[in-house]
């Protein structure tokens, strides 16, 4: 666990930190009390190929469980506990049983000093895994590698965790002395020969003669028998290429966000799993790989594959000049590879996939097939002509890599969805609105406020899910503006409307349309952040809640927590908001004004009368996501999108600042428009984004 410098332990402590919301979990570390089996269910241990992890194969060995094999070789592992032991008898006894009896002749020279051991012909996994009852791989090559080893048992792939940090990579680059412009190239990582760093400055050193622009910079501690330095003065270099050595992890994290592209190229390699490239691909950076191992398996669209061998080098220079000849591409590309790892790869699916296996191993469950990620699996993308998160087609090929990237895909639904007890919404066309028929429905007092923000009430209705006349239907903040589309358009047989208000006063709305139609519902009145809301548990299909949030004063969570109580399990809560960080929002903070599309204090209408609710805190679209995940919901939809139906010429200002600077201009509409489907109770009562 940390403060190892391993990538097993961050890995390790991500995993935990999941994990033990779905399960009790303990942790043995390597000054941790003796582990006794018989008080748990399962054992998972974490193996890998260094000298940190021998106090859990002799605990694996005494102690059969599920090992976690994060690469495909432990050769150097097994000879720190038996050579640098001085167990000479037990390596030797080690290479027979894995490799037979030429493996034992070899293993008789090493012990004579003759020759080196056989570290990358004999991967040493063979007693581990005949005392294992289940394994845990992060790619196909890895457990095809224990199978190849003999390995008969349960196995399954479950793809390394992904972390989708936050970073401020226009900071590190100013701390860098790099403006926005830049094109920044990183390799990260501990800097061994087999990271292709030389393949790689030689193919870097082509690209300063066509762009003097470009630099990289190499975070990792240097490998005392690779001389980089050296290498970098060769080249002719050293203007171009800074050597950051070992950071911590934060200031890792932050090199990697500077970055426009990252190298994470490797050969040989015996299939393990990189947390760097993981997290350079959650930040959405251009990655480029090497073509072998388990990084031949991430689809083509999300990573440019290097083939090792002749024209490796030729083929790198050519894929850095494109990325940065090119940045719409890189830009694209980072887009689709942060959108696969966190639909593929997110913490939270990843322990869930831990525990299922866990208890088929331990046979407190049914064989589950879990499908590793493949090229064929649909992605969830942040389309970089779209104003909103959807499922689209894969965006290239290498052999497609000019392909122009501008076409946006047919918005879908995403079916991440973590009930299983519930079939997952199918994708649906958006529903025909006549604004005319739904201005019908206004009263005259309403008419003029109405036709002014009709396109928001129609857009509000068509990402509502449809209801029939079984379904119920809650509009919070009712002004008998779209209540009546709830039942006349949309379907819901009941619909009911609350209001701030004294606890327990019901008002009973009647409205008829100017064709004759009668629409009638009740209206119940209370303080949506203090008091139990009056209805029972599981009692509506779909609850609305626009326009509200914004207003609320001191607990958002606490109305979070009740719409999750008073929604059927699947149920759909959508949310609608200002976004504070629209193309509008920037405009204002940067020429002087107040960003917030309503800040100001409300006057009382009369002398003692009391104010309007205002807008006490407005909302950017990552926030309202995390709202809804720590409330309980998956992700439906998440769209931004214009109040009012008014071109902004006067705006695009904004949108070029925000390209130069390589800063998203998706998501950048005056409101947020999301659309969460219950998966599960409320989550986290006081996320620490929202509250101090």
């Known amino acids: 666990?940390?403060?190892?410098?391993?990538?097993?332990?961050?890995?390790?402590?991500?995993?935990?930190?999941?994990?033990?919301?779905?399960?009790?979990?303990?942790?043995?570390?390597?000054?941790?009390?003796?582990?006794?089996?018989?008080?748990?269910?399962?054992?998972?241990?974490?193996?890998g190929n260094n000298p940190f992890h021998d106090f859990v194969y002799d605990t694996a060995l005494r102690h059969p469980g599920t090992v976690v094999l994060h690469e495909a070789n432990l050769h150097h592992l097994i000879a720190d506990v038996t050579i640098k032991r001085g167990d000479w008898d037990a390596y030797v006894a080690e290479c027979e049983l894995n490799g037979g009896p030429a493996a034992l002749a070899f293993a008789h020279r090493v012990r004579k000093l003759e020759v080196g051991p056989d570290y990358d012909g004999l991967p040493m996994m063979r007693r581990l895994l005949e005392s294992s009852r289940g394994v845990v791989a992060h790619s196909r090559f890895v457990e095809t590698a224990a199978r190849t080893e003999g390995f008969a048992g349960a196995s399954t792939v479950i793809p390394h965790g992904a972390w989708i940090p936050e970073t401020n990579g226009l900071a590190t680059r100013h701390l860098l002395g790099l403006d926005e412009s830049t094109p920044l190239i990183g390799a990260f990582g501990y800097l061994k020969p087999y990271k292709r760093i030389a393949e790689s400055l030689r193919a870097f050193r082509r690209l300063v003669r066509l762009d003097p622009r470009v630099k990289m910079i190499l975070v990792g501690e240097p490998h005392p028998d690779f001389p980089v330095d050296q290498l970098i003065r060769t080249l002719g270099l050293r203007d171009h290429v800074r050597i950051l050595g070992f950071v911590p992890i934060e200031k890792f994290v932050d090199y990697i966000g500077a970055c426009d592209i990252v190298l994470n190229l490797r050969y040989p390699t015996v299939g393990e799993t990189s947390g760097s490239l993981?997290?350079?691909?959650?930040?959405?950076?251009?990655?480029?790989?090497?073509?072998v191992g388990s990084f031949a398996e991430l689809p083509d669209d999300v990573a440019l594959k290097v083939p090792v061998g002749a024209g490796e080098e030729d083929l790198i220079f050519e894929y850095l000049n494109t990325l940065v000849s090119r940045p719409d591409l890189a830009q694209a590309m980072g887009a689709r590879a942060k959108a696969w790892v966190a639909?593929?790869?997110?913490?939270s699916g990843v322990a869930a996939r831990y525990v299922d296996f866990l208890k088929q191993v331990t046979?407190?469950?049914?064989?589950?097939?879990?499908?590793?990620?493949?090229?064929?699996?649909?992605m969830a993308v942040e389309s970089v002509a779209a104003e909103q998160i959807i499922v689209g087609q894969p965006f290239l090929a290498a052999e497609a890599f000019q392909a122009d990237i501008t076409e946006t895909p047919e918005p879908q639904t995403p079916e991440a969805l973590s009930e299983p007890s519930v079939e997952p919404?199918?994708?649906?066309?958006?529903?025909?609105?006549?604004?005319?028929?739904f201005e019908t429905w206004l009263s005259p007092e309403g008419r003029e406020y109405g036709a002014k923000h009709v396109s928001r009430f129609v857009h509000t209705l068509q990402i509502t899910p449809p209801g029939d006349a079984s379904k119920s239907i809650l509009e919070m903040g009712a002004y008998m503006q779209m209540t009546p589309a709830l039942q006349h358009t949309l379907g819901y047989g009941t619909v009911r409307g609350c209001y701030?208000?004294?606890l327990g006063r019901i008002d009973h709305k009647h409205i008829t349309s100017d064709t004759g139609q009668v629409f009638e519902?009740?209206?119940?009145?209370f303080n949506a952040e203090k008091d139990v809301f009056p209805y029972p548990d599981a009692?509506?299909?779909?609850?609305?809640?626009c326009e509200l949030l914004e207003h609320l004063v001191e607990d958002p969570m606490f109305m979070m927590g009740e719409i999750n109580r008073i929604l059927k399990p699947g149920g759909h809560l959508v949310l609608t908001t200002p976004n504070v960080g629209s193309r509008r929002s920037i405009s204002a903070i940067l020429l002087g004004y107040h960003p917030a599309f309503f800040p100001a204090y409300i006057r009382p209408r009369k002398a003692g009368e009391e104010a309007e609710a205002r807008h006490n805190r407005e909302y950017v679209p990552m926030e309202v996501q995390h709202l809804l995940a720590d409330s309980g919901f998956d992700l439906v939809t998440l769209e931004t999108g214009e109040f009012l139906e008014e071109p902004h010429p006067e705006l695009h200002w904004v949108t070029h600042l925000l390209e130069r600077y390589k800063l998203s201009h998706n998501l950048r509409g005056d409101g947020i428009y999301a659309v969460g489907r219950k998966s599960g109770p409320l989550k986290n009562r006081w996320p620490e984004w929202l509250y101090a």
């Open 363 to 378: 046979g407190h469950a049914a064989p589950a097939v879990v499908t590793p990620p493949t090229e064929e699996t649909p």
């Open 1 to 47: 666990m940390p403060p190892s410098k391993s990538g097993i332990a961050d890995y390790s402590a991500a995993l935990v930190s999941e994990m033990s919301k779905l399960v009790d979990i303990e942790v043995f570390d390597s000054k941790a009390k003796r582990f006794e089996p018989s008080q748990f269910d399962s054992a998972l241990y974490q193996i």
């Open 425 to 437: 919404p199918a994708p649906r066309e958006p529903i025909e609105i006549d604004p005319v028929v």
């Open 343 to 347: 639909k593929e790869c997110d913490w």
């Open 500 to 502: 701030y208000g004294e």
């Open 539 to 545: 009692s509506f299909d779909t609850v609305l809640c």
């Open 278 to 291: 993981t997290r350079a691909m959650g930040l959405g950076k251009a990655v480029v790989v090497s073509d």
């Open 521 to 525: 519902c009740d209206v119940d009145h």
